[in-house]
């Protein structure tokens, strides 16, 4: 997705939200939601602890990026800083806990249970 097209993206969201009478913090605060529902759907969805663990991390790094956006839009520099730099930490902290996570898994011996998946160790 080119960086145009997601900016185009959210610019029509945000004007959507706010045809509905939504401020853009409520708008930024009901996409994180909606986006941590359907994390929790894919948590509870998915066969086997790899794919849920892609989904539950996938879902918490976008949701909490959103809230933290919803944050930002209404708060001020102080608080811009510190969503920044929470997203920055989540950014680089939530691919290792997964990972951490699915080594366990692994070495553990948890099957994949997802169809067409294929054990290449």
Request: no cysteine; glycine share 10%; charged share 15%.
């Amino acid at each position: 997705m080119t960086p145009t097209l997601l900016t185009g993206l959210v610019v029509a969201a945000v004007a959507w939200g706010a045809l509905f009478g939504m401020s853009r913090a409520a708008f930024w605060s009901r996409a994180a939601v909606a986006g941590l529902a359907i994390g929790v759907y894919g948590v509870v969805r998915m066969p086997d602890v790899y794919t849920q663990l892609h989904a539950a991390s996938k879902a918490a790094f976008l949701g909490v990026t959103l809230l933290l956006a919803s944050a930002s839009v209404e708060g001020d520099g102080a608080i811009i800083a510190r969503s920044v730099l929470i997203v920055a930490l989540l950014a680089v902290t939530t691919p290792v806990a997964a990972h951490a996570i699915a080594r366990a898994a692994r070495r553990r011996g948890e099957p994949l249970r997802s169809p067409g998946a294929v054990d290449e160790s």
